[in-house]
């Protein structure tokens, strides 16, 4: 019951990261800037995580200058991640959108050959092909007809999954001995110090913002900071990161149907049958892992943080 639970857990944080894209939609349609919203949201976030961390300041004290600078130095990417990805959804659909930010399956295998000569196994080579075969099809009409794709979208996607490939690899290797919610308030400041210096938050102080912006602050900062950090932290010790990974992947299909529900995007059966094979690949690529007794019991980094921390 304690692992069903933490699954459960899990599978909720990772749906109220799904919820997202369908906000900044709804936001953009109501005339707010990706820099109000992406602004908003990190300070919203930030703040609450550093009152949440009051308990845990008798354990900053214990940290060393380089370990806390280290932390906040790799919630950079964190930070990138969520400025490209609202950026991406400017001209793209949401549907799309996440689709794109799904490539950081095959984004992490390219990374880990690069910096560590390890080169993917054939599971992770399956794994590679049906995710972007999964990919084609389920970005469906926008896949086939490039006249019709934003190319600046296009790219914004994409550097949003190359830097959340990297905030994956940072996530799951620096400083993992700190408590988790000590360890994502550093990081998620990082983050906020990077999206700060890219948006700045003029709308504080210019008299420009509307009181219904702090609404879509407040959606945002919960479902992208508050409540998967939170449900992470408790659910991943119990589950191992490598289940984590694929519980995780429940995202794509809450982002997809909130799409189709609330944004009125349509969505094909050739769609669907994408985003399944998008998450067998993930299920493929995490199966050498899911034996591994090491990981099992590890605590693992890939969902540990905030999406943009």
Known sequence: ??????????????????????????????GF??????SSQILFGCLC???FSIPSFKDLRTLSRMTIGKLIASGVFGGLTGVFYYLALQWLSASFGVILLFQFVWMGFLLAWLLERRRPTVSQWIAIVVVLIGTVLAAGYEALHFEHLNLIGVIFGLLAAASYTGNLAVNGRVELQVPSILRSTLMVSGSAITTLLIFPPFFLFNG????NLWIFAVLLGLFGVIIPLYLYARGIPVVGSAMASILGSIELPVVITSSALVLHEHITLVQWLGVFLILL????SEQ???N???FKKGLGGRYMGARWG
């Open 208 to 211: 420009t913002t509307r009181p």
């Open 292 to 294: 591994h007794k090491t």
């Open 288 to 290: 050498r892992i899911i």
């Open 33 to 38: 800037s990706t820099a109000q919203i992406t």
């Open 281 to 284: 690949g993930i299920f493929i």
């Open 49 to 51: 995580l550093w009152l």
């Open 1 to 30: 019951m304690k692992r069903l639970t933490a699954s459960i857990l899990v599978l909720i944080g990772a749906a109220s990261f799904g919820i997202l894209s369908t906000i900044v939609k709804i936001s953009y349609s109501q």
